[in-house]
């Protein structure tokens, strides 16, 4: 199939109480495991690419890289972008064939980030493209956005629908204590915040900050709102792990395509669990 928008795949998992996975990919292979344990659990998926990535390839490439691996699938596969903080590097996407884009402004005052967010939605939408915002702050590291835990700011209710109804967006991102990268102690979750962002809008939420969550903690945060679930930094922790361990086990041994098999099945199995984890699995 051709890439499609995220839109109508979280609207369905909004409705049916379960979630997208959204994996960031690092280069050709790691689409290729997200798409293809996609369609072998027919899952709706979101494959996504973030600032570090697109800098090493471009968004030329990248689009082209998950339109040829999706052509040959049954189930819908988006392509989304990644914490845009770049204005025109997310028009860039736009015009090569990303179907969905975050703009994060969110480190700016409301105001501000209501204007570069409406900004961004009103060429996104001219070109039927989606639109991810972010309102609050979501700690952690996610490439070269760093927020200390004490600056994170969880999303009101109140301010999540007032931005939705300025800028427009599709869906967005709820800061509710989920960090970027791995978490050292137990992150401290607003899960009452998440159902009252539920009850109060009629947008998908997505949930940042997925690697390293214990599973009933993400079966809670999916029943309690999280439509689309980000999940980075397991990628490259399974793919570095997964290299290591094969090539450990095969030190005199130097043919690079079997290394990458280990690592892309590997990833599949993680990937997997995670789709059947939020439910996903089935409803392609
Ligand atoms: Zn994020």
Redesign the pocket.
Known sequence: MPLVSPIEMLRAAREGRYAVGAFNAVDYMTIEAVVHEAQARRAPVIVQTSSGVIKRFGVRALAAMARDIAAETTVPVALHL??GTDAAVIRQAIACGYPSVMIDASKHPFDENVRRTAEIVQAAHAAGVAVEGEVGV?AGV?DDIVIKADKAIYTTPEEAVEFQRRTGVDFLAAAIGTA?GFYKVAPRLDIDTLVALRENTDFPLVI??GTGLPEDVVRRLVASGGSKF?LSTQIKQTYIDAMDEYIQAHRQEYDILKVLKHAYDRLREMIGGYMALLGSEGKA
């Open positions: 990644d914490h979501v996610e970027h940042h900050g980000n």
